[in-house]
Antibody, heavy 122, light 107 residues
Framework: QLQLQESGPGLVKPSETLSLTCTVS??????????WGWIRQPPGKGLEWIGS???????YYNPSLNSRVTISVDTSKNQFSLKLSSVTAADTAVYYC??????????????WGQGTLVTVSS | DIQMTQSPSSLSASVGDRVTMTCRAS??????LNWYQQKPGKAPKVLIY???SLQSGVPSRFSGSGSGTEFTLTISSLQPEDFATYYC?????????FGQGTKVEIK
């Protein structure tokens, strides 16, 4: 059974960089044709896709965050990571990592981590 | 960006009711549409992909339809565990965007 687990600081100061890691178990990141992604949800609000990465390192990001986002992968640890720079209170959210499977119209996030709340505050 | 608009934003229903909710895209997305269910404090769970394909393990009371710009999620007989918020998501183009959600509450 595939499992994803987010980890990282729950509190980040304004203007600093938010860093989260997603550890994947039950499958190898580099053995599948799937992408791995990050999605966030501000408290009481809807979902926002942040970006996705393939095990080869190929990435694509939401343009609204593009200049601040970096997603990387470490296949030796079966992990992928998110860095979001110059954070403000608007970046306070529950951050989810997820597996993106399927092609064409079958593209969907089918396995998710439980989510981790990151609060931006001094 | 493709805007996804869900209606209604909330609805009240009773166990056993047939429930329908709608998702509209700001431009045609063919059948590149997913539906997710989210319960409080939990991660979303995919129910329907490619507008009408049922995700493995999801009860058959959930069904999806539509193409182009208008899509529907139907729950044929609402169960107690179905009270949740439902989101649509388009995967036609990047950035992937979600609707604002429809919250299904107990009547």
């Amino acid at each position: 059974q595939l499992q994803l687990q987010e980890s990282g600081p729950g509190l980040v100061k304004p203007s600093e960089t938010l860093s989260l890691t997603c550890t994947v178990s039950g499958d190898s990141i580099s053995s599948s044709s799937d992408y791995w992604g990050w999605i966030r949800q501000p408290p009481g609000k809807g979902l926002e896709w942040i970006g996705s990465i393939y095990y080869s390192g190929s990435t694509y990001y939401n343009p609204s965050l593009n200049s601040r986002v970096t997603i990387s992968v470490d296949t030796s640890k079966n992990q992928f990571s998110l860095k979001l720079s110059s954070v403000t209170a608007a970046d306070t959210a529950v951050y989810y990592c997820a597996r993106r499977t399927g092609i064409a119209a079958g593209d969907r996030f089918d396995y998710w981590g439980q989510g981790t709340l990151v609060t931006v505050s001094s | 960006d493709i805007q996804m608009t869900q209606s209604p934003s909330s609805l009240s229903a009773s166990v056993g009711d047939r429930v329908t909710m709608t998702c509209r895209a700001s431009q045609s997305i063919s059948n590149y549409l997913n539906w997710y269910q989210q319960k409080p404090g939990k991660a979303p769970k995919v129910l329907i992909y490619a507008a009408s394909s049922l995700q493995s393990g999801v009860p058959s009371r959930f069904s999806g339809s539509g193409s182009g710009t208008e899509f529907t999620l139907t729950i044929s007989s609402l169960q107690p565990e179905d009270f949740a918020t439902y989101y649509c998501q388009q995967t036609y183009s990047s950035p992937r965007t979600f609707g604002q959600g429809t919250k299904v509450e107990i009547k």
